[in-house]
């Protein structure tokens, strides 16, 4: 079946311009999460989405990072004003829930973002 | 700090050879530890899941271990494939959805 993905793939943008990241989760999955993936780093928690329950915000760097979610389905993730430190690949999970066995994470392809 | 750390940052191996790779860590407490594998270019793809009383989860060719007192796991690659190339990641859950990752270790294996 198909898995996560996230489009666009690679990204090269100005500094200063917005960008908008998207992913489609898996169908069926109720809980989605976005994380930053800096070169050599590990992952960084950004923000996390579960059905209509309010998205927990609190791994997102600045005011300038900002996600929706329409139902439980497709995510955006926006980047305002975008700088060079927010180059980096943005993952996008999804987990069926959070309970158990359905808590398996499938993380799609990721979105490489460069800031010139 | 980081509260997952790994070792080495990255190795070089024979095919064939074993390989063992550690992940220390100081989140506490915590339900789970995973490791992952990411392939260059992908995302991660999970291997084992190990909860706070099992000691040791194997999936084929790949065989992890924790210890929760000394707070420490270990990724044991049994005889490395070329495919085995890749960034493994240890990663802790602190709690139901949160988890910390540690940096990963980078494993190439050479014909």
């Known amino acids: 079946g198909a898995g996560v993905s996230q489009s666009p793939s690679n990204k090269v943008t100005e500094k200063g311009k917005d960008v908008e990241l998207r992913c489609d989760p898996i169908?069926?999955?109720?809980?989605l999460y976005w994380y930053r993936q800096r070169l050599g780093q590990g992952l960084e928690f950004l923000i996390y989405?579960?059905?209509?329950?309010?998205?927990?915000k609190s791994g997102l760097p600045s005011d300038r990072f900002s996600a929706e979610r329409t139902g439980e389905s497709v995510s955006t993730l926006t980047i305002q004003r975008t700088q060079q430190e927010d180059s980096a690949v943005y993952l996008c999970?999804?987990?069926?829930?959070?309970?158990?066995?359905?808590?398996?994470?499938?993380f799609g392809p990721g979105t490489r973002l460069t800031v010139t | 700090k980081n509260q997952v750390e790994q070792s080495p940052q990255s190795l070089i191996i024979l095919e064939g050879k074993n390989c063992t790779l550690q992940?220390?860590?100081?989140?506490?407490?915590?339900?789970?530890l995973r490791w992952y594998k990411q392939d260059t270019g992908r995302g991660p793809v999970s291997l084992t899941i190990?909860?706070?009383?099992?000691n040791t989860k194997s999936n084929g060719r790949y065989t992890a271990t924790l210890d929760a007192d000394t707070k420490q796991s270990s990724l044991h690659i049994t005889a490395s494939q070329l495919s085995d190339s890749a960034s493994y990641i240890c990663?802790?859950?602190?709690?139901?959805?949160?988890?910390?990752f540690g940096a990963g270790t980078t494993v190439t294996v050479r014909a």
């Open positions: 999970a999804s987990s069926l829930t959070l309970a158990g066995e359905g808590y398996e994470q499938y």
């Open positions: 169908s069926g999955h109720t809980a």
């Open positions: 989405f579960q059905g209509n329950s309010a998205p927990d």
């Open positions: 992940c220390n860590y100081t989140v506490s407490p915590f339900s789970n």
């Open positions: 190990m909860t706070f009383s099992e």
């Open positions: 990663v802790v859950t602190k709690n139901d959805y949160k988890l910390s």
